[in-house]
């Protein structure tokens, strides 16, 4: 597909921002993709995000006038010791029967325009190595891996 298809099938593509009335939309839309549903993370997700004020960064996608998707992100200011703005991507889902129709590029160029207009000059997420779809994705969209390494560790009682 060339840039100038994937234009035309943006914006046919509505992206609105978020609303507490689409809980239940997000909820199914997820456990659709994951297999599990997840409802206490997204109430809270949703009730923490659309408190935030100033330009929205949880967005939703629509086709046709149905919900095709969503997108949840985050602005944080000097965490994990950076001196700058960062925007954080937390979840993004498109419902598998509305994908290649440029829902997913739509809400991340809105995403996009939104942050630029704060004052954030970057955008992280993190993506499990097993989902190749979705690197494949964001590998189209921009996204390159990070300078830094994020860690982790397994936590068990000590002895």
Not at 124 to 145: I, K, N
């Given at each position: 597909?060339?840039?100038e298809?994937?234009?035309?099938?943006?914006?046919?593509?509505?992206v609105?921002?978020?609303?507490?009335?689409d809980?239940?939309?997000?909820?199914?839309l997820d456990?659709?993709?994951?297999?599990?549903?997840?409802?206490?993370y997204?109430?809270?997700?949703?009730?923490?995000?659309?408190?935030?004020?100033g330009?929205k960064?949880?967005?939703?996608?629509?086709?046709?006038?149905?919900?095709?998707g969503?997108?949840?992100?985050?602005?944080?200011?000097?965490?994990?010791?950076?001196?700058?703005?960062?925007?954080?991507?937390?979840?993004?889902?498109?419902?598998?029967?509305?994908?290649?129709?440029?829902?997913g590029?739509?809400?991340?160029?809105?995403?996009?325009?939104?942050?630029?207009?704060?004052?954030?000059?970057?955008?992280?997420t993190?993506?499990?190595?097993?989902?190749?779809e979705?690197?494949?994705?964001?590998?189209?969209?921009?996204?390159?891996?990070?300078e830094?390494?994020?860690?982790?560790?397994?936590?068990?009682?000590?002895?």
């Amino acid at each position: 597909m060339n840039m100038e298809e994937t234009r035309r099938k943006e914006e046919n593509v509505l992206v609105r921002n978020l609303r507490p009335n689409d809980l239940d939309a997000v909820v199914a839309l997820d456990a659709k993709n994951t297999g599990h549903r997840r409802e206490e993370y997204f109430r809270l997700k949703l009730k923490e995000n659309l408190a935030e004020t100033g330009i929205k960064v949880s967005l939703a996608g629509e086709l046709d006038g149905c919900f095709c998707g969503f997108l949840l992100a985050r602005v944080y200011y000097g965490e994990f010791g950076t001196m700058e703005p960062v925007a954080v991507l937390d979840t993004i889902g498109v419902h598998p029967d509305f994908r290649g129709q440029g829902a997913g590029s739509a809400m991340l160029h809105q995403l996009h325009t939104n942050l630029v207009g704060l004052g954030v000059p970057r955008l992280r997420t993190e993506v499990s190595w097993d989902a190749p779809e979705l690197l494949t994705f964001f590998h189209h969209e921009g996204f390159r891996p990070a300078e830094r390494i994020s860690l982790e560790m397994q936590l068990k009682p000590r002895p």
